[in-house]
């Protein structure tokens, strides 16, 4: 596997295993739950930005405009 993906990987074990073990240690399982989904939508909001915008980008090169013009407006 790329470094990229297996740095991922064991970043996200690494989280699963500290909210399990912060859930064990709190005994209020619901709270550290909520945190997660918190934080699993912001990145889910931030991937649909990129796309949006990686969307965008490919409709205003199609239309004529350069790469700084992209930039610039982006």
């Known amino acids: ?22 859930s064990l240690y709190t005994q209020r399982p619901s709270c550290l739950v909520t ?7 912001m990145g889910r909001a931030r991937r649909d930005k990129r796309e949006k915008n990686k969307f965008i980008r490919k409709r205003l090169k ?13």
Do not use: Y
């Open 62 to 74: 199609a239309m004529g405009f350069s790469n700084r013009e992209i930039n610039e407006n982006l």
């Open 35 to 41: 945190a997660a989904d918190t934080i699993a939508e």
């Open 1 to 22: 596997m790329k470094l990229p993906v297996v740095e991922t990987f064991l970043v996200g074990v690494a989280c699963g295993i500290g909210i399990t073990v912060l």
